[in-house]
């Protein structure tokens, strides 16, 4: 699709909105912003088409999402939606056959723990108890998502487990990429040595990796609220919100936004439980990405 180059595809709560924070200081790469959701399967059954019969309009309107691009090397976006569905794929391969395709993961067990706390938050779950809001998944989330009234959004609303089963996200990229074209990092690895992660990837983008990132901006708090109308003030979308956001460094936002959450630790038996599920699925994992992965079954 012209110049886009690159597609970041998740995973969600992975560490996708610091890694937009971090190249969009790049002079050289461009991004119209998180989440288009273009590709998703969500829109293409909105304006009832394929791939290869997509509105003329619709994608004229995506291009321009990416007409303030100048001199920059590397265009593209990140989408965590991206790994939802495999027709995803699919269609990121019919238009941008030549894009490379980057995934950053994180243990799915923290993951969807993760998703659960955030929507807890944000006031979408209104289950209290995660065991439950697993039960609810299974039960009602995963046999509706191929309904017509499916989402875009519904997959990082309820899908807390089933998300994290990422050898079957990326299977299909990998069936359709060449191999070259595709980097897969690790949530920890950003965590612990977020300039080595960072070089190897504007590297891997064509860029210049000696430029200095900024990597103090810690992004997208989760937890249990400590009180529900700060909390609410603070994460969900209201006028005070609005007004005040352009007025205070992102920093400081997501500082005073730790303040009026608690972390809340997971039970062992619950954590263990979900392990043996996702066991299997890593396996897979680590030989599709050719990376160790025993750490995650040891936790």
């Known amino acids: 699709m012209e110049r886009k180059n690159f597609v970041i595809i998740g995973a969600a709560k992975a560490g996708t909105t610091s890694l937009y924070d971090y190249l969009v200081q790049h002079p050289q790469i461009y991004m119209p912003g998180k989440e288009t959701n273009f590709f998703c399967q969500g829109n293409f059954k909105k304006y009832n088409c394929q791939p290869d019969s997509l509105k003329v309009s619709i994608i004229d309107e995506y291009k321009s999402l990416f007409k303030g691009a100048s001199k920059e090397i590397a265009i593209g976006e990140i989408c965590p939606a991206y790994m939802h569905e495999p027709e995803i794929a699919e269609h990121i391969f019919h238009y941008i056959p030549n894009a490379k395709i980057i995934a950053i993961l994180r243990h799915p067990v923290d993951r969807a723990y993760s998703n659960f706390l955030h929507c807890r938050l944000l006031g979408w779950e209104t289950a209290t108890d995660f065991a ?89 708090v989760s937890g249990i609220p400590k009180n529900k109308f700060l909390s609410a003030l603070a994460f969900r979308k209201n006028p005070i919100k609005s007004i005040l956001r352009p007025l205070i460094p992102k920093k400081l936002r997501n500082d005073l936004k730790r303040q009026v959450v608690t972390k809340q630790q997971l039970s062992r038996e619950l954590r263990q439980n979900l392990l043996q599920e996702y066991r299997e699925d890593i396996l897979k994992l680590q030989d599709l990405i050719e990376q160790d992965l025993s750490k995650w079954l040891k936790e």
């Open 132 to 220: 439950k809001a697993l039960e609810n998944e299974e039960k009602n989330y995963i046999p509706n998502h191929k309904k017509p009234e499916y989402k875009v959004y519904d997959y990082f609303m309820y899908y807390y487990k089933s998300y994290g089963f990422y050898y079957e996200k990326l299977k299909p990229y990998f069936d359709r990429f060449d191999k070259s074209q595709i980097k897969v990092y690790l949530m920890e690895d950003l965590h612990r040595s977020p300039h080595a992660l960072l070089k190897d990837l504007l590297e891997f983008l064509g860029v210049d990796s000696s430029f200095n990132i900024d990597v103090s901006v810690k992004s997208n």
